[in-house]
């Protein structure tokens, strides 16, 4: 299955007073593993940067007047995520400041069915303490020493890590290295199996044995088997 795992950075925090996006940040994930595919852009939000948007995320009205304007880059962004699911921690707060972009320029809206709330799933595993971000990248001892300012595709890519241990897809997905695949009769390797490092011990007697080859004795010389397996003693053997 395919998602696409978002972070956007904005002037404030709403879009009815006039913030504005000025960065979105995406990454795909596919069967909860990463595939390498992302999209980042910076947009020109078309007016100032109020010093607390700044102090978060460090981007200046003047480095973002030099960027698109969100409609020049609507196409490519709609395009990459698609119609797949949306992760997104605090995901109200994103998918409006998306929205509100999108009704400007007179496009549909994102629909809220879409998103994948990863604070509400974060809320309901850890209820009773602080789920932020850093929060949780420390729970699950993801390395965040690079987030010293908010930034839509970094906060992307720990959020997605974050996102597998929530969801318990980093266990099921474990392999190990030293396994090596078992080749099936078609050809095609089968799923890797884990080996035991101490052997069971045998249930079989020699004395069980013993009497194995005694009653397939009794059976004659014309067993079915016989055909594939050569003699019944060997066969027993």
Same mark, same amino acid.
């Given at each position: 299955?395919?998602? %696409?795992?978002?972070?956007?950075?904005?002037?404030?925090?709403?879009?009815?007073?006039?913030?504005?996006?000025?960065?979105?940040?995406?990454?795909? &994930?596919?069967?909860?593993?990463?595939?390498? *595919?992302?999209?980042?852009?910076?947009?020109?939000?078309?007016?100032?940067?109020? *010093?607390?948007?700044?102090?978060?995320?460090? $981007? #200046?009205?003047?480095?973002?007047?030099? @960027?698109?304007?969100?409609?020049?880059?609507? /196409?490519?962004?709609?395009?990459? %995520?698609?119609? !797949?699911? $949306? =992760?997104?921690?605090?995901?109200?707060?994103?998918?409006?400041? &998306?929205?509100?972009?999108? /009704?400007?320029? @007179?496009?549909?809206? =994102?629909?809220?069915?879409? $998103?994948?709330?990863?604070?509400?799933?974060?809320?309901? @595993?850890?209820?009773?303490?602080?789920?932020?971000?850093?929060?949780?990248?420390?729970?699950? #001892?993801?390395?965040? !020493?690079?987030?010293?300012?908010?930034?839509?595709?970094?906060?992307?890519?720990?959020?997605?890590?974050?996102?597998?241990?929530?969801?318990?897809?980093? *266990?099921?997905? $474990?392999?190990?290295?030293?396994?090596?695949? %078992?080749?099936?009769? !078609?050809? =095609? #390797?089968?799923a890797p199996r884990r080996q035991r490092?101490?052997?069971?011990?045998?249930?079989?007697?020699?004395?069980?044995?013993?009497?194995?080859?005694?009653?397939?004795?009794?059976?004659? /010389?014309? *067993?079915?088997?016989?055909?594939?397996?050569?003699?019944? /003693? @060997?066969?027993? #053997?």
């Amino acid at each position: 299955m395919r998602e %696409i795992v978002m972070d956007t950075e904005t002037t404030g925090l709403d879009p009815l007073r006039g913030d504005r996006l000025v960065e979105i940040g995406c990454l795909e &994930i596919y069967n909860r593993m990463p595939t390498g *595919q992302t999209f980042h852009v910076y947009c020109n939000p078309e007016r100032d940067m109020p *010093q607390e948007a700044f102090n978060v995320h460090g $981007l #200046s009205a003047e480095f973002l007047s030099t @960027k698109p304007l969100f409609h020049e880059i609507a /196409d490519d962004f709609l395009a990459f %995520i698609g119609d !797949s699911p $949306l =992760v997104i921690h605090n995901g109200s707060f994103d998918l409006g400041f &998306i929205n509100m972009e999108l /009704d400007r320029i @007179k496009r549909p809206p =994102v629909p809220r069915d879409r $998103l994948v709330d990863t604070l509400l799933l974060a809320r309901r @595993k850890h209820p009773g303490v602080s789920n932020r971000l850093d929060d949780l990248c420390a729970r699950y #001892s993801i390395d965040n !020493s690079r987030r010293t300012k908010h930034g839509a595709l970094l906060d992307s890519e720990l959020l997605a890590e974050v996102y597998i241990d929530l969801v318990g897809a980093r *266990q099921s997905s $474990l392999i190990l290295a030293d396994e090596a695949p %078992i080749m099936v009769r !078609s050809g =095609v #390797s089968d799923a890797p199996r884990r080996q035991r490092e101490i052997a069971l011990a045998p249930r079989v007697t020699e004395d069980d044995r013993i009497a194995h080859r005694a009653f397939v004795a009794t059976l004659g /010389d014309k *067993q079915i088997w016989s055909e594939f397996w050569g003699e019944p /003693d @060997k066969a027993a #053997s």
